[in-house]
């Protein structure tokens, strides 16, 4: 199974420069656990990723991760959540949790980002 990671241009440069995905902390969804995010959606949207508005678009580039060792469907992970927490990222209109993977452990990145702009006109 293919999955990606999108990122804002913010984070994009710091992807780039480490060449992986690091954990990090989810205190503002009321725990404390360090996780990476993933889908199976190659073209994604916002409400999809159950990310709420934001300044930074965070589906503005799009990672390629292939070694999925240490990645987990979020539906086995969220039976540790606290379940605010779990409507916090789930209760966004349109989310599609079943469409998330995490990690507690840094992934390498498979590719460079690729403009989401890009992926949605070659469709």
Known sequence: MRLYHYA???ERALLLREGMIRPWSQRFLG???ALCWFTD???PTR???GLNEDECDRTAYRFTIDNETWI???REYRAEVHPAAIEAV???AGALPNRWWVSEHPVIL???AVR???IEVAR
């Open 8 to 10: 804002c241009h913010h």
């Open 110 to 112: 498979h590719s460079g």
């Open 90 to 92: 789930e209760g966004v």
């Open 41 to 43: 959606l190659a073209v």
């Open 116 to 118: 989401t702009r890009q």
């Open 72 to 74: 987990v469907p979020w």
């Open 31 to 33: 725990w404390s656990d």
């Open 47 to 49: 409400a999809a990723l």
